[in-house]
């Protein structure tokens, strides 16, 4: 693994300790909650600060789930899905009490998803390994962009098919940029947003066929949206924003099939703000040094 620098600030706490918070995707990587213990190693020049528990950081990357009635009814490909998506390594499935028929079930569907990279079986579980993903979330936000804007060229040459296929594979870089985003800074929204956005616009672009001036002013605000999201970019979050605010406006007066984009663009006004302010108040000033007397 990479090594990952953070600047954080000391604290005080009470009248002589000192304090600094730890980033909250280390946290959650490590398996470190609220009121765990954690060791501080002396190393002369250096901290070192590590669990106490040496298995938190497998359990933080293991999802476990009771083969229950729940889960029958959700379906195990849903709850793979779940866990891909929220940054798991491991999904173990937990069967007590339940006969070999639906051992073998289990085993089948979860060998089936794509998304499992192998399969164990243990004394009381089934462990499934989750494939591994490419964990650089800008360019799996780069490449997604590509294929949603080549979504929006499509309805030049008015082919239906050609939206169904990419709407698809769109949605198969959504769930990897998902991944990628759980183990980093995202915000919950935009992961659903993206999530959503291939279906939303393959509807939206079958309903606004013949309208290229509106799906050429929708490609800008997912360009805007999807590339500022990839470096956090204020001025093109800023821009998405404004871009979503017209769309819903003229889309809210204009009604017919173009009131439509009504609901992508407020989900595109939200999210974009969202993303804004973060970026915004990730960017904190440089601590004033005291002027030399």
């Not at 164990?120 to 490449?143: N, Q």
């Not at 509106?214 to 997912?222: A, R, T, Y």
């Amino acid at each position: 693994m990479s090594e990952q620098v953070v600047v954080r600030k000391v604290q005080r706490l009470g009248g002589s300790s000192l304090i600094i918070t730890l980033p909250k995707q280390w946290a959650k990587r490590l398996g470190i909650k609220v009121g765990d213990e954690i060791s501080v190693i002396d190393e002369g020049d250096k901290l070192t600060i590590a669990p106490v528990d040496p298995r938190a950081e497998k359990r933080a990357n293991s999802l476990q789930v009771k083969y229950n009635s729940t889960v029958r009814s959700a379906g195990l490909g849903n709850v793979v899905n779940c866990a891909f998506m929220n940054g798991y390594s491991r999904l173990d499935v937990i069967l007590e009490g339940v006969g070999q028929a639906e051992v073998r079930k289990v085993l089948e569907e979860l060998r089936s998803s794509p998304k499992v990279a192998s399969v164990e079986v243990g004394t009381d579980r089934v462990i499934a390994s989750l494939a591994p993903s490419a964990e650089d979330a800008p360019r799996l936000l780069r490449e997604l962009n590509s294929v949603l804007q080549e979504m929006l060229d499509a309805t030049r040459s008015r082919s239906l098919e050609s939206i169904g296929v990419l709407e698809r594979r769109a949605s198969q870089l959504a769930e990897a940029t998902a991944r990628a985003l759980r183990s980093g800074q995202a915000e919950q929204m935009a992961v659903g947003l993206l999530l959503s956005l291939p279906v939303m616009l393959s509807d939206t672009l079958r309903l606004l066929a013949g309208r290229q001036e509106l799906v050429d002013k929708l490609k800008e605000m997912v360009g805007e949206l999807v590339g500022g999201l990839a470096n956090m970019s204020v001025k093109r979050l800023s821009h998405a924003l404004a871009l979503a605010a017209e769309l819903r406006k003229y889309a809210m007066h204009a009604g017919d099939a173009v009131a439509v984009l009504a609901p992508l663009a407020g989900a595109v006004e939200a999210t974009a703000r969202a993303l804004m302010c973060q970026a915004l108040t990730a960017q904190e000033p440089p601590i004033e040094e005291p002027l030399s007397e």
